[in-house]
């Protein structure tokens, strides 16, 4: 690691409005002092490329109809990365950010779970990489690997850190989850979903954002939806119609589980379950108009649950009424259907999912950080009063296939009142990054292509592009040697 690289002192630190007192963790959570309680989020940090091309003007690019990715795909802009980052820059970045502005110790971390799909090595894993933080505190007692399954990978990090928090393992240190992907496809129609980012979460008791205990439900079933078998290849292979089919089959699933589980666990048992049973609802997001179709599709689950007839605001019967005999699978694909279903839940979605969107319309697919992107959108447009005591819903999704349905609430406390003030800048940094043209996203991407594992062919491989380019404080990959090891560079902000 760079000789200028900030470690914090390997002292245990406090909390103050809102940042992290490990040594209470401790004193108060382990060695036989009783579960931990109100398990979930206690901080949060985000990371995206600092270059953009706008989706408008890929589309005159490319060739395609006038708004297809922008109103067909719901999509405005596609955040992307030269050579000078890969997913352990991503990675490494994010943490320290996270750990830098919480003021937590590395020496509070007992689990380090990764989410990516984003490989540089069959082997060793991204975590492996990230231990380089922890050097100057010496903690090397840390578990957690990572964890691949698509885009579902980050859910299943966040999964096994809350487990590891609730059990008897638990130590009394705080977890910390990374989500973190690089989304990139071969020249074609696929291209502009692409995306990147990473999100990194401290996991620990008396949180901001506490997860419902015994409702979450998963679905996991064998698909060839998208996938990537070329390991000489960063592209994957991919259906899109199939895709898109077992995504609305995932959700359709987990919505049926978690309804029969919150009935059980949580509803009144005088207020059939409904989606009004979330404020909130954050969707993964390959790109924003599946999102909007997907919260449609639970209104469909809803009405389809009710027993007596609907009608609209005229009075007249809904025209979902109809499809009251229609055979479920019948439902999928109908285009007609799925226009009735988002002019129904227009409100709906205005309410509870919109504001999560504005990390996926402006950086793109960031695959397993894309569910906690929507997190990060919906606190950054809502005040800590509009969301405390509220409940959220998270749809989560990996092709292959792997998905779960579960919730949280946001609990008043300082931990909540830091969370969302720390996202309150996200729509100026997002205006913040540098606009390249199409051309030079597309050169920039070719490059890449070329240059992928170019270590089988050089003795030293060192990337190309710019540190100029790059934000202060973060970490950018500096070479790669013969034996295909990776080496690291921080840009401070008096570089």
């Excluded at 698509?150 to 989500?179: H, K, P, Q």
């Excluded at 469909?300 to 649950?305: G, P, Q, R, V």
Aim: net charge negative.
């Amino acid at each position: 690691m760079p000789s200028s690289h900030c470690h914090t002192n390997g002292h245990s630190t406090t909390m103050t409005n809102g940042h992290c007192n490990g040594q209470a963790a401790q004193e108060n959570g382990h060695r036989g002092s009783g579960p931990a309680e109100n398990v979930g989020i206690l901080a949060m940090e985000l990371y995206f490329p600092s270059t953009y091309v706008e989706q408008s003007e890929l589309e005159a690019f490319d060739g395609v109809s006038p708004q297809k990715y922008t109103v067909g795909l719901g999509q405005q802009r596609m955040g992307f990365c030269t050579d000078r980052e890969d997913i352990v820059s991503f990675s490494l970045t994010v943490v320290e950010r996270l750990m830098k502005r919480t003021g937590t110790s590395y020496r509070d971390i007992g689990r380090v779970d990764v989410g990516t799909e984003t490989l540089i090595d069959k082997s060793k894993s991204v975590k492996s990489c990230l231990m380089q933080l922890f050097d100057k505190s010496g903690n090397r007692d840390v578990e957690g690997v990572d964890n691949l399954n698509a885009c579902y990978g980050g859910t299943a990090a966040l999964f096994n850190c809350i487990d590891w928090v609730e059990s008897s393992a638990w130590d009394g240190r705080f977890a910390l989850v990374v989500a973190a992907d690089i989304a990139v496809y071969a020249t074609g129609n696929a291209r502009c979903t692409g995306g990147a980012g990473a999100v990194a979460m401290l996991i620990g008791p008396q949180a901001a954002v506490v997860f419902d205990q015994g409702v979450r439900c998963s679905f996991m079933q064998h698909a060839y939806d998208f996938y990537k078998p070329n390991m000489a290849s960063e592209y994957p292979t991919v259906d899109g119609q199939l895709s898109i089919r077992c995504y609305m089959e995932a959700l359709d699933h987990c919505y049926r589980t978690y309804r029969h589980k919150y009935q059980e666990k949580i509803a009144d048992s005088h207020h059939a379950f409904s989606v009004e049973a979330f404020d909130y609802l954050v969707f993964h997001s390959p790109y924003t108009k599946l999102v909007q179709k997907s919260l449609a599709r639970l209104v469909l689950h809803d009405f389809l649950e009710s027993t007596a007839a609907m009608t609209n605001s005229s009075s007249c019967p809904s025209p979902l009424e109809t499809y009251r005999t229609v055979p479920w699978e019948e439902t999928y694909g109908d285009k007609k259907l799925e226009k009735v279903l988002v002019e129904e839940s227009q409100q709906q979605f205005a309410d509870k999912t919109e504001a999560s969107l504005m990390v996926a319309k402006n950086v793109g697919n960031m695959y397993t950080a894309s569910l906690y992107g929507g997190l990060a959108s919906l606190l950054a447009n809502h005040s800590v009063d509009e969301v405390s005591g509220k409940r959220v819903g998270f749809f989560s999704y990996g092709s292959g296939v792997a998905a779960s349905l579960f919730s949280a609430r946001f609990v008043p406390c300082p931990a909540l009142r830091q969370l969302v003030h720390s996202f309150k800048s996200l729509r100026q940094r997002l205006d913040q990054r540098k606009r390249l043209s199409p051309a030079t996203f597309d050169a920039i991407m070719k490059h890449k292509e070329e240059a992928h594992q170019a270590a089988s062919s050089k003795p030293v491989f060192e990337p190309t592009a710019t540190v100029d380019d790059l934000e202060d404080a973060v970490y950018y990959l500096q070479s790669i040697d013969g034996m295909y090891r990776r080496q690291y560079a921080f840009k401070s902000a008096t570089c």
